[in-house]
Structures are given as structure tokens and as C-alpha cells.
């Protein structure tokens, strides 16, 4: 992470930043935590349900509410259905609100990690995991006139 110095024009990076307690006075920093979903596709289909389009479609207005933030979409098999799995999440989102093919992030993940992942996950092969990173923005201050 790093933090804007409005004296320059490139950004400055700490080690500490995550210690820091506080942030340059010129900008307002807005946060948006973590979002985490789970969707879990029928065996053998790569079909959304109504349930799986109420979480998408939760998904897709924060993506277009908060135009910073990104999606990444991972499964944890890598064959022709996942492909299918993963795309027609992507593009679903992308088409119902028409976000950027830049800010949906499409992960296979390894085998060893798979293999951490079926511990936990007894339906691990037709679920879906829906990321939203932590983001956090420096927004324009319309007192100082900056960013």
C-alpha cells in the first residue's frame, strides 16, 4: 500500500504505513473492507441459478458504485467446466452492469492449493469463490480543491 504525497507527483511508499494511525491531512481516505461470497454451481453445470444472481447482482452494485474496486472470481478445478463456471460469472457481471473486463480477475488455482482447499470445503468442486479485495481511495476534498 502506499500513500499519496501531495508535494510530488509520485507516490511514496513506508514500511510502517500499516502502523500509521493517521493519513496526510490534504486527502480523505475511504476504505472498503474485504467481501467475501461463495457460489456454489450444480454438478455438471455451468448454469447461474436465481440464488447465485442475487449474490452476483450484489456483487456487480458495488462494483459500479465504487469504481476502484476489482473482482477476482477463482475455482479450484481446471477443467473445461470450470472455464465455463468462471465465465459465465464474469460475464454476467460484466454485462449486467458493465464493468470493465480489467476490474473481473479470473483465477484457476494450483493443485497444491486445491488440495488445502478440499480440507475445509466438503462441495469444493462446485464452488465458486468471489473476492473483493481491500481497497482504499484517496477522494477529491472539494475544500482544498485536491485529491
Do not use: C
Amino acid at each position: 500500500m502506499a500513500i499519496h504525497s501531495f508535494s510530488q507527483t509520485n507516490p511514496i511508499s513506508h514500511p510502517l504505513i500499516t502502523e500509521l494511525n493517521h493519513y496526510p491531512e490534504q486527502g480523505m481516505l475511504v476504505a472498503f473492507p474485504t467481501h467475501y461470497d461463495v457460489i456454489y454451481f450444480e454438478n455438471n453445470s455451468s448454469q447461474l441459478t436465481i440464488n447465485m444472481k442475487t449474490i452476483l447482482n450484489n456483487i456487480g452494485y458495488l462494483l459500479d458504485t465504487y469504481k476502484e474496486t476489482y473482482l477476482v472470481i477463482t475455482l479450484h478445478t481446471s477443467d473445461d467446466l470450470a472455464y465455463d463456471r468462471l465465465y459465465s460469472v464474469a460475464d454476467y457481471i460484466a454485462m449486467q452492469f458493465k464493468i470493465e473486463q480489467e476490474r473481473i480477475q479470473i483465477i484457476l488455482t494450483s493443485q497444491e492449493e486445491t488440495k488445502h482447499y478440499k480440507q475445509y470445503e466438503k462441495n469444493w468442486k462446485n464452488s465458486t469463490e468471489l473476492i473483493m479485495p481491500k481497497t482504499i481511495i484517496v477522494t477529491y476534498d472539494p475544500e482544498l480543491g485536491m485529491y
